[in-house]
């Protein structure tokens, strides 16, 4: 349920062009899950299972690169070309496996000082990104030379949201635009990085979280990080208010503006798994793939601090 007496919030923004493309970007970070995209062949159209991603079924998509197991961090995901809103889309993979866990766990922090002097990041996420980026940045670059009038998009959900966040980050600090879409993503660092990422202007950010989904907000409120390390989220949010399965509409997106902002998810005390599930709609976008995310070791995690 979510928390009474929340602080109204901005819906002026929130049309339904906008929706439709959060929409988009929901099945993209979904079809990460799918081993169709991730151990893809190069040419392919991404896809998830049957009617999950309506949206991804009518756009003119090309799998440009899959990769699927890097290490550290079990990283998975693919690249895309996508004809129809001329974008190139890098989609991360939530977590499913015992890497990505690892990964998700590992959450003492260290100085960026190339992003700014004061900026601390999640250790697991930032090894995660350093790594896997020299399989992906070289096929981004290529594509971005060959389509110079697309634009670049990084998305992802969970994990793949966290993993999105940093390599976004890092990228605009290399003086590329990049637009951010995520979906229950966790923390990243520390307010300093947190400042970074609001105030970029090689990029629009939107990240998006649902109800009382307890991913976005659990590295500020489990103990065991809390007395260490300092994290924040960074602004605007994107808050989605309708029940889980619901038909998302423009009205049910709340527009929260600031960082820490506790007007929206943060400010949620329950803990419903489902609600980490369903953004726009089912972030599984190939059940026979698993649930991501959905285990019961990270379901554990998150629920019984």
Request: net charge negative; aromatic share 8%.
């Amino acid at each position: 349920m979510l928390a009474s007496g929340r602080e109204l919030s901005n819906r002026a923004d929130v049309t339904e062009v906008f929706l439709n493309k959060l929409a988009l970007f929901s099945e993209y970070s979904a079809a990460a899950t799918c081993e169709n995209n991730f151990n893809s062949t190069e040419g392919t159209k991404v896809v998830c299972d049957p009617g999950i991603c309506p949206h991804l079924e009518r756009t003119d998509t090309e799998i440009l690169t899959s990769f699927q197991g890097q290490n550290p961090g079990n990283t998975t995901g693919f690249v895309a070309l996508d004809r129809t809103h001329k974008t190139i889309v890098l989609s991360f993979r939530g977590s499913e496996y015992k890497g990505n866990y690892d990964t998700d766990i590992d959450f003492p922090q260290v100085p960026v000082p190339e992003l700014c002097a004061d900026c601390m990041a999640h250790e697991g996420f930032l090894y995660a990104w350093g790594n896997v980026s020299a399989v992906v940045l070289p096929i981004i670059q290529c594509a971005s030379r060959l389509y110079p009038s697309y634009t670049v998009a990084f998305t992802g959900h969970s994990l793949g949201g966290a993993l999105s966040t940093l390599g976004a980050t890092f990228q605009r600090n290399a003086n590329q635009t990049v637009d951010l879409y995520t979906f229950g993503s966790p923390q990243v660092g520390n307010h300093s990085l947190a400042e970074i990422i609001t105030n970029a202007t090689l990029g629009m950010n939107y990240r998006v979280t649902h109800s009382d989904d307890p991913v976005p907000r659990i590295l500020g409120t489990e103990k065991a990080v809390t007395k260490h390390w300092q994290y924040s989220q960074s602004s605007p949010e994107y808050w989605i208010i309708s029940n889980n399965t619901a038909n998302v509409t423009p009205s049910d997106i709340e527009v929260i503006k600031g960082i820490d902002n506790t007007a929206g998810n943060l400010g949620q005390t329950g803990c419903d798994f489902q609600a980490h599930q369903w953004y726009i709609g089912n972030m599984t976008g190939c059940s026979r793939n698993g649930q991501s995310g959905n285990s019961t070791e990270i379901t554990k995690l998150l629920c019984d601090l």
